[in-house]
């Protein structure tokens, strides 16, 4: 699993359905099976970052958004189950962004 909020995943699905596009179109897209497909859009499996450009175009999202939400997971999944230190670390290294 990528993380236990699965921002992207959830909002991969949300558009998809939106547009009325099956799993399978967006699994031939990015030249992966329906059930590999279907991991990422569960969140048992993390999208490739190289995957968010092709699923933005398909889906008529804004990559950066994508991106920050894929990325939002992958933070998360490192972070989460540090509780006593872990929003911590997330204030040091929003410091170090800013410098």
């Given at each position: 699993m990528c993380s236990k909020t699965m921002l992207f995943p959830a909002k991969i699905r949300q558009l998809r359905e939106e547009k009325e596009l099956y799993q399978k179109q967006l699994a031939d897209a990015l030249s992966i099976d329906r059930?590999?497909?279907c991991r990422i859009e569960k969140g048992e499996?993390?999208?490739k970052k190289e995957q968010i450009p092709?699923?933005?175009?398909?889906?008529?999202?804004d990559p950066e958004e994508l991106l920050a939400l894929w990325l939002a997971d992958k933070?998360?999944?490192?972070?989460?189950?540090?509780h006593k230190v872990g929003d911590k670390a997330l204030d040091i290294a929003k410091?170090?962004?800013?410098?």
């Open positions: 059930p590999m497909y499996r993390c999208a092709i699923i933005a175009e398909l889906l008529q999202a933070v998360t999944a490192v972070v989460e189950d540090e410091q170090n962004f800013k410098s």
